[in-house]
Every structure is written in structure tokens, then in C-alpha cells.
């Protein structure tokens, strides 16, 4: 599958649920699904406002985090952009949206990182030591690092999964998923944009650690070598590939520098 489809889809079928957006900006985020065969697939919108319809680019950060992912060696969710035309609320909207597949295997339930601690933590135990108490260490130290180079903002309980096979007896922590509130979601405009500071360190959810992914780098500092690979200068056409007419050059570029300083500076820890 394409990571982008830039020819029109009609999604117009497609019920979407309002999920609040727990940050500054007012508006919400929509999700929806769809069944066709065995196959079941989850949608997601931008960031969306009842009179303005489609204003954020979450999705595109998204496909970005995933391809950055894909460059570090990183197992996650992929995830694919597409041009469609849907429907809210008896209105018809042009975007792009994000798809993606269920990473659950056959037999498999899953489980909030944050409920897993409450059942399962020993008194006084620390979210991470928890976690490496579970054998997870390995993904925390790489999802750690990983967040502070995009500035994820929202990496709360939830959007870290245990996945359990109760008949096959075995355990596992989903790939990493759930990157588009991250690099610049929180400009609107091209203006916001040139203004932003890429090393600047905002107010973040983090569910391990403190609300500051620079903080958070001192859980991992001395650790050399998380990623499997590195990131080079010569990766920017691949991860950006297609973006160009989707958006403003201005986002690009703004959202390479910011992606390339942070993984330098963490690099020189």
C-alpha cells in the first residue's frame, strides 16, 4: 500500500466520533473505521473545527513520524495519507486523512500501558522501572529519545499498548503508534510557522517521565546507539517525499530542520 494516495477517494460513508482535543487549540480530532472482508481499518482526521472544518496537519506528521521511524529501524505502525472526500455532520469536506491497519495478531487483546501499571506494579515502583521490570526496556529508552526529536506532545498511557495472548500464554508491547500531535501542530498558519523555535521544549503528556521530553532524555542519557540506524541528511527526500504540494514549503522546511537539529542534539549527549 502507498504511504500517499493524492487521487481523490470518496469516503463520504465513513461515521466519524468527535474526540476532544485536550490542548490549547479549540476543536477535536475524529476517528472512524471500516470492515471490508477480514480486514478492518482505522481512519483519523486532523485537527477539525465545526466552522472552519479541517485546520490542523496531524495526518502529515503522522506519515513524517512514520517514515522517520522506518530510517531509525524502529518497529511501528505504518500508516498511509489519503485524499478523500468525507462527511461530518451532513457537510462534505476535501482532506487528507490518515489510515491505518490493526496491528493486533489473531487471538491477541489489548491493554492501556497505564492500566497494565496499576494491576501490575510493585509498591513504589516507577513507571520505568516497571516497564523494564517487564522486559520493555529496550522500546522505552528508543520511544523516549524518539519523542523528544518530533516533540511528541501526547504520549499519555493509552497511546502505549500491551498486547496478550491469554490461550498462547504470550505478551508484547505494540509497535509504536500515534505521532500526529508532534513537530509543528501547534502552527496554523505560515506565519506561526516561521516563528517557531525547533529546539524549544513545550509542555508535553508524557506518561513516563515529566511533562518535558529534554528532561526526559536524562532517563536515557549515556546510552549510546538505541536506534538501530542513523538519520543522515541525504534521508530528507525520502522522508519528505510528496509533501510538496500538500504543504506549505515553510512546514517542510521548518519541520526537516526541526527533526534533523533534535536528532543531532541527542546524538551529542
Request: contains cysteine.
Amino acid at each position: 500500500m502507498p504511504t500517499i494516495i493524492k487521487e481523490k477517494q470518496n469516503l463520504t460513508y465513513l461515521k466519524w466520533s468527535h474526540i476532544r482535543h485536550s490542548g490549547g487549540t479549540a476543536g477535536t480530532f475524529l476517528k472512524s473505521s471500516s470492515t471490508l472482508g477480514k480486514k478492518k481499518e482505522y481512519y483519523k482526521l486532523s485537527l477539525f473545527d465545526s466552522e472552519k472544518g479541517i485546520i490542523g496537519h496531524e495526518c502529515i506528521n503522522e506519515i513524517i513520524a512514520d517514515r522517520l521511524l522506518t530510517i531509525l529501524g524502529i518497529e511501528h505502525l505504518s500508516y498511509t495519507l489519503i485524499n478523500a472526500d468525507i462527511a461530518i455532520d451532513g457537510r462534505i469536506y476535501s482532506t487528507y486523512l490518515c489510515a491505518s491497519e490493526d496491528f493486533k495478531k489473531r487471538g491477541e487483546s489489548k491493554i492501556a500501558l497505564d492500566d497494565y501499571y496499576r494491576t501490575g506494579a510493585n509498591p513504589g515502583e516507577s513507571k520505568y522501572d516497571f516497564c523494564v521490570r517487564q522486559g520493555f526496556k529496550e522500546y522505552i529508552d528508543r520511544m523516549i529519545a524518539f519523542d523528544y526529536i518530533i516533540l511528541n506532545r501526547d504520549r499519555h498511557g493509552a497511546n502505549i499498548e500491551v498486547l496478550r495472548n491469554s490461550r498462547q500464554h504470550t505478551l508484547r508491547i505494540a509497535p509504536l503508534f500515534d505521532h500526529g500531535s508532534s513537530l509543528l501542530c501547534s502552527c496554523l498558519t505560515p506565519e506561526t510557522a516561521s516563528a517557531f523555535d525547533v529546539m524549544a521544549d513545550k509542555p508535553c503528556n508524557n506518561y513516563i517521565g515529566t511533562r518535558s521530553c529534554l528532561e526526559n532524555l536524562e532517563i536515557i542519557k549515556g546510552q549510546k546507539n538505541l536506534f538501530p540506524n542513523q538519520l543522515k541528511e541525504t534521508d530528507k527526500c525520502f522522508l519528505l517525499d510528496g509533501l510538496d504540494d500538500i504543504l506549505p514549503a515553510i512546514f517542510i522546511n521548518k519541520i526537516w530542520d526541526m527533526i534533523y537539529e533534535r536528532y543531532l542534539f541527542y546524538e551529542n549527549l
